[in-house]
């Protein structure tokens, strides 16, 4: 396994910028990521905050990895937690169904990868930390996986259940996946891995109580050797850890509002783009009312739950926060804060999207009397098997050319292999007949006006069968030309999906299912954090 590292362009501005050329967007963050002064920094800054809670924290955690099935290295990580100076890399992403997409993964070893680095420079522990997004509600978003099929096509495969409501993932039971796998294991071809992996996802999902535990022990089992730590940030002591939060997010909402309205013109105003949007009702806390997770919002001398007519006082809800705190959640606005009241967080491992959510943050972190940590990128990797590889080589191919003018490529490649100029022998075709169909179609008329009408459609009649012709041997050109035809849509199914990153698109059993589990231990042992150019990760079949 060797890779290599490309710049590649994202459609955000600001990403670019972040990635290489920080000095523009440095207004917006706390830390530079690229400079380990940084972190020094940033622990300098934790070692003066005293946590009053880390013993009931570390008790948490060490109960829900335990419930899990955590390994020695994990249950070791917790207990180094107890360590005044100990400190954390967090990253986390939703429950997606089987582990979601590559990049979840992708994620993890990037927090692994960077918390071992930091733990050697500044000579503490250092915790990868796994924030899973239980609380999340949007099923649509973690309800299926994309794998290729046996002939390397897409398909989406979906969970046939719909929860019925607002519910949180780490509230909705693990459904009937019997079908769901079947259908799966019909699509994906053949392997030595195959039969294990889908015997541990039915007995996996057999033992979870919900969707996002099992979606722990899927991520537990490919990256627990590693020492990765997993939070649920709806286990209760977390909640009531956060009374003062919530209690504070109802006293600033108004604040907050308009602080991310001045972010949000500081961004536009250097063309940045705007991810969270300003709502002067928005309380930036959900509220979970009959088991749904439903916004709060200010309306006018209370305060509502949208979605149903249940109607509070400031002076009721800060009530409900003191005795009932599970009942509150956090909105993406506040949701980084809710992470660094409970942990000592050195840095968040994020993706390009995580980075602008983040941009707009910085004055709110002081508002609540915190400070904005480093904000690492995660590695961006493409895997490329030998296959792949050869066929990139061979017609000396980009990641790029593929993510972004495919159909350009396909062309450009026919044009050139067209030794008969079909193109231009039809196109010269085409004013041959229409010359002289203009030409007789002009005498004729004289003869008698009506024959005009005949003529011109006669000649469309002629020039359809033209372009049927032409159709026909650029037909059997595509067919001389099918071997590069059919590489080409291998490489574009495998490496840019419907011009989609592979990690975004894939979920991680495409490579857990071809390659083993222990792929990804091994992706753990290339260095993926060295530069910030995307990587292609090259194996050998």
Avoid at 78 to 86: K, V
Avoid at 212 to 221: D, E, M, Q, S
Avoid at 254 to 270: D, E
Avoid at 409 to 419: G, K
């Amino acid at each position: 396994m060797r890779s290599k590292g490309i710049r590649v362009h994202y459609q955000n501005a600001l990403v670019n910028d972040y990635l290489y050329n920080f000095s523009a967007v440095r207004e917006f963050f706390t830390y530079d990521p690229f400079s380990s002064e940084s972190f020094k920094r940033r622990h300098a800054y934790l070692t003066k905050k005293t946590n009053q809670n880390r013993e009931s924290v570390v008790e948490t955690l060490r109960d829900y990895n335990a419930k899990l099935g955590a390994g020695k290295q994990t249950m070791e990580n917790i207990e180094a937690l107890r360590q005044e100076d100990a400190v954390v890399v967090v990253t986390g992403q939703q429950a997606g169904i089987l582990g979601g997409p590559l990049y979840t993964v992708y994620k993890a070893l990037t927090a692994i990868q960077l918390a071992k680095k930091a733990s050697a420079e500044l000579g503490v522990p250092v915790i990868p930390l796994f924030w899973i997004a239980s609380e999340d509600h949007d099923f649509g978003e973690i309800n299926h996986v994309q794998v290729a099929d046996r002939e390397g096509q897409p398909h989406k495969v979906t969970l046939s259940y719909e929860p019925g409501g607002k519910y949180s993932i780490g509230d909705i039971p693990v459904p009937e996946i019997d079908g769901f796998l079947d259908e799966l294991a019909a699509l994906i071809p053949e392997t030595e891995f195959k039969a294990e992996e889908l015997g541990f996802f039915r007995a996996s999902a057999a033992e979870s109580d919900n969707l996002a535990n099992w979606f722990g022990k899927i991520l537990l089992r490919w990256l627990g050797t590693f020492g990765l730590v997993l939070v649920n940030p709806a286990e209760r002591n977390f909640r009531s850890l956060e009374r003062a939060l919530f209690t504070a997010a109802i006293n600033n909402s108004a604040q907050v509002n308009t602080l991310l309205h001045t972010a949000n013109s500081a961004l536009m105003a250097k063309d940045y783009p705007v991810t969270v949007e300003k709502d002067p009702a928005n309380v930036n806390l959900f509220m979970y009312w009959e088991k749904e997770r439903l916004p709060l919002l200010l309306t006018g001398d209370g305060y509502t739950l949208r979605g149903s007519d249940k109607r509070f006082t400031k002076q009721e809800l800060i009530a409900l926060i003191e005795q009932k705190p599970e009942l509150f959640s956090p909105k993406v606005e506040l949701r980084p804060l809710s992470q660094d009241e409970l942990f000592p967080t050195l840095a968040y491992v994020g993706g390009p999207g995580e980075i602008s959510y983040f941009a707009e943050y910085q004055e709110i972190y002081r508002l609540f009397g915190l400070e904005m940590p480093v904000i690492f990128p995660r590695a961006n990797l493409t895997v490329l098997d030998g296959g792949t590889e050869k066929y990139i080589n061979k017609y000396r191919l980009g990641l790029e050319d593929l993510l972004q003018r495919p159909e350009e490529i396909r062309t450009e490649f026919l044009a050139a292999a067209d030794e008969f100029g079909i193109e231009g022998i039809f196109s010269s075709l085409t004013d041959k007949v229409s010359a002289a169909y203009a030409e007789t179609i002009d005498a004729v008329q004289k003869l008698n006006p009506s024959l005009e009408k005949l003529g011109l459609e006669n000649r469309e009649r002629v020039l359809s069968q033209v372009h049927w012709l032409k159709e026909k041997t650029l037909q059997a050109h595509r067919q001389a030309n099918d071997t590069f035809l059919r590489q080409f849509r291998k490489l574009c199914n495998g490496l840019a999906p419907r011009q989609q990153f592979q990690e975004r698109f894939y979920g991680a059993i495409q490579l857990v299912f071809k390659y083993g589990p222990a792929l990804f231990t091994q992706l753990g042992e290339v260095p993926l954090i060295d530069t910030q150019d995307h990587k292609l990760i090259f194996l050998k079949d």
